[in-house]
């Protein structure tokens, strides 16, 4: 069964740090991988889009990674700030139809405080 | 900034009303994509779209119907609104197929009382 697993469930920092949220997919066969990016109230925006080559991809203060071995990525946050505060979620699309279904998972909640 | 818009952002209603919720996007997109989503879950996929005149249900039943009339807009229908709609519906639109972006509107958040 495709599935896209996303750990922690909520993740609490304070400002300036530093933090990582994972996602284990089984979505087979694998076309790409994405983090987006929910504020709360609105709709989610995207932050990057991995294919199976690419192990690493920065946008700004995100840099995601992939291990499509392993079926595991991960979004790192540097230097968080108060507006890092949402739900990130990751989205694995497989390439077994032409729709290019999409796998959502539920998100990670992460709380950025002062 | 995705160029595309739904109306209205929230709406409170009775039930056995019937809503429309509106979805454009000005970028051109083929594709387009209806989601409902409830707090803390993950995103359902509840209609898609390949074009003008062309609309399927996706993977999660609904009693919604969309219509696809003209590229930029893709409304989204319930005829009788009842409690358990009560949600929040995303729609989305992309370039082409599944290895191109999704851009999503800022969602309506639906409260059927």
């Known amino acids: 069964k495709n599935q896209v697993e996303q750990s922690p469930q909520s993740l609490i920092i304070l400002e300036g740090k530093n933090c990582t949220l994972q996602c284990n997919y089984t979505v087979s066969p694998f076309s790409n991988l994405r983090w987006y990016k929910q504020d709360t109230g609105r709709g989610p925006v995207s932050l990057t889009i991995?294919?199976?080559?690419?192990n690493t991809k920065s946008n700004g203060r995100y840099t995601a990674t992939l291990d499509a071995d392993t079926k595991q990525s991960s979004l790192h946050i540097t230097a968080s700030q108060l507006s890092d505060s949402a739900s990130y979620i990751c989205?694995?699309?497989?390439?077994?139809?032409?729709?290019?279904?999409?796998?959502f998972g539920r998100g990670t909640q992460l709380t950025v405080w002062p | 900034e995705a160029d595309i818009y739904q109306t209205p952002r929230y709406l409170v209603i009775g039930t056995g009303k019937k809503i429309t919720l509106e979805c454009s996007q000005t970028m051109g997109h083929d594709k387009m994509y209806w989601y409902q989503q409830d707090p803390g879950m993950e995103l359902h996929l509840i209609h898609y779209s390949y074009g003008v005149n062309s609309t399927e249900k996706g993977d999660l039943s609904s009693e919604s119907t969309v219509s696809r009339i003209r590229t930029e807009h893709f409304p989204l229908t319930l005829e009788s609104a009842r409690p358990s709609h009560t949600s929040q519906y995303l729609c989305?639109?992309?370039?082409?197929?599944?290895?191109?972006?999704?851009?999503f509107g800022p969602g309506t958040r639906l409260t059927v009382t």
């Open positions: 991995m294919t199976f080559s690419e």
């Open positions: 989305a639109s992309s370039l082409a197929d599944y290895s191109y972006e999704q851009y």
């Open positions: 989205v694995v699309s497989d390439r077994g139809s032409t729709l290019g279904r999409l796998y």
